[in-house]
T-cell receptor, first 114, second 112 residues
Framework: DAGVIQSPRHEVTEMGQEVTLRCKPI?????LFWYRQTMMRGLELLIY????????DSGMPEDRFSAKMPNASFSTLKIQPSEPRDSAVYFC????????????FGPGTRLTVL | AQSVTQPDIHITVSEGASLELRCNYS??????LFWYVQSPGQGLQLLLK??????LVQGIKGFEAEFKRSQSSFNLRKPSVHWSDAAEYFC??????????FGAGTTVTVRA
């Protein structure tokens, strides 16, 4: 298996632009997570999907952030409009089944907003 | 509120020496416990996890961790580090569901 796939790996954009990050989870996994990693705040869970349904989006910073999972093999995280404080590494992870199961992380997307 | 504390921000160890990374958690019941490793520019990889049973858990890459309920700790150890162990290590807990809470991480530098 190729593991969790994220694209792009690096994104540089200007403030105010829309940014879309993409994730393909491991085939067969039914849970998907978006995390953000910054020096100041560490790793934070942004949103959790189970069977393509958003279960917990309490970590989404504000309305500028939105996430979708139209099918079991694809998810997007969109920031519109982007701001410099959104600069971070965004990770997607997937897992199979219930609590405590291993989450497999993608390589991350490093976002820089100028 | 649940929290995970990794007291050491940075540890430097000589190649071949032993390594111990500390992790303490604050939670009413014993949560699921994990250690992840992150190499530069990479995602996180699971080293080991503890749910119940034997309090000494073996993981990949020669790592082990010991759960101590009385101390609310889950320290990670390796008897002899290799240069390739230089990375950032994260302790994480999940109470009884999907939601992982990560510690701030410990960066390990290995000197020759």
């Amino acid at each position: 298996d190729a593991g969790v796939i994220q694209s792009p790996r690096h994104e540089v954009t200007e403030m105010g632009q829309e940014v879309t990050l993409r994730c393909k989870p491991i085939s067969g996994h039914n849970s998907l997570f978006w995390y953000r990693q910054t020096m100041m705040r560490g790793l934070e869970l942004l949103i959790y999907f189970n069977n393509n349904v958003p279960i917990d989006d309490s970590g989404m910073p504000e309305d500028r952030f939105s996430a979708k999972m139209p099918n079991a093999s694809f998810s997007t995280l969109k920031i519109q409009p982007s701001e410099p404080r959104d600069s971070a590494v965004y990770f997607c992870a997937s897992s199979l089944g219930g609590p405590g199961n291993e989450q497999f992380f993608g390589p991350g997307t490093r976002l820089t907003v100028l | 509120a649940q929290s995970v504390t990794q007291p050491d921000i940075h540890i430097t160890v000589s190649e071949g020496a032993s390594l111990e990374l500390r992790c303490n958690y604050s939670y009413g019941a014993t949560p699921y416990l994990f250690w992840y490793v992150q190499s530069p520019g990479q995602g996180l990889q699971l080293l080991l996890k503890y749910f119940s049973g034997d309090t000494l858990v073996q993981g990949i890459k020669g790592f082990e961790a010991e759960f101590k309920r009385s101390q609310s700790s889950f320290n990670l150890r390796k008897p002899s580090v290799h240069w390739s162990d230089a990375a950032e290590y994260f302790c994480a807990v999940a109470p009884n569901d999907y939601k992982l809470s990560f510690g701030a991480g410990t960066t390990v530098t290995v000197r020759a």
